[in-house]
T-cell receptor, first 113, second 108 residues
Framework: EAQVTQNPRYLITVTGKKLTVTCSQNMNHEYMSWYRQDPGLGLRQIYYSMNVEVTDKGDVPEGYKVSRKEKRNFPLILESPSPNQTSLYFC????????????FGPGTRLTVT | KNEVEQSPQNLTAQEGEFITINCSYSVGISALHWLQQHPGGGIVSLFMLSSGKKKHGRLIATINIQEKHSSLHITASHPRDSAVYICAVRGNTDKLIFGTGTRLQVFP
């Protein structure tokens, strides 16, 4: 089954404690993205990757890092989380180039206290 | 002004009603996506359009490229259609720009 998985699904943490949200896809997609979703603001892109070892900033990259060492995995790293990073996070993947369906992970609800 | 605007923001309907959700965009696009987000949070792709009209079951999506407008129609609405519907456009890159969503509630 074609899918994007994310872990954990729910996380409560404290300010400053480094965390990683994993994302994995099994469709051999080149393009992967991380989004955050906040009330009234819709989905905003944090980082994206066009392929292995190719990553770039999206619209709201401050406070986040990513890596793309393997094609299937695209982890999101918060080195020093702050309360304003409390949000619902989605990973997504698609084939690069052309017009292709987007596949989203189930979401990770992060609360930073 | 957002590049992708949806209306209405909130919509309530009685079961069986015909529903229309609108999406207007201000940028050049190569494709437009309609997505559905259920209360549990997961997002699924409903349609991907670059022209004309698509139909899947009770759902119909149309796009008018000249007017930069798309509509999502739900015929014979059902409580299980209750969800947030999100319009997203793709420009010349793989990046999507999202609307803020339309929250639909269908009551029995």
């Amino acid at each position: 089954e074609a899918q994007v998985t994310q872990n954990p699904r729910y996380l409560i943490t404290v300010t400053g404690k480094k965390l990683t949200v994993t994302c994995s896809q099994n469709m051999n997609h080149e393009y992967m993205s991380w989004y955050r979703q906040d009330p009234g603001l819709g989905l905003r892109q944090i980082y994206y990757s066009m392929n292995v070892e190719v990553t770039d900033k999206g619209d709201v990259p401050e406070g986040y890092k990513v890596s793309r060492k393997e094609k299937r995995n695209f982890p999101l790293i918060l080195e020093s989380p702050s309360p304003n990073q409390t949000s619902l996070y989605f990973c997504a993947s698609t084939r690069a180039g052309g017009i292709h369906e987007q596949y989203f992970g189930p979401g990770t609800r992060l609360t930073v206290t | 002004k957002n590049e992708v605007e949806q209306s209405p923001q909130n919509l309530t309907a009685q079961e069986g009603e015909f529903i229309t959700i609108n999406c207007s965009y201000s940028v050049g696009i190569s494709a437009l996506h309609w997505l559905q987000q259920h209360p549990g949070g997961g997002i699924v792709s409903l349609f991907m359009l670059s022209s004309g009209k698509k139909k899947h079951g009770r759902l119909i999506a149309t796009i008018n490229i000249q007017e930069k407008h798309s509509s999502l129609h739900i015929t014979a609405s059902h409580p299980r259609d209750s969800a947030v519907y999100i319009c997203a456009v793709r420009g010349n890159t793989d990046k999507l720009i999202f609307g803020t969503g339309t929250r639909l509630q269908v009551f029995p």
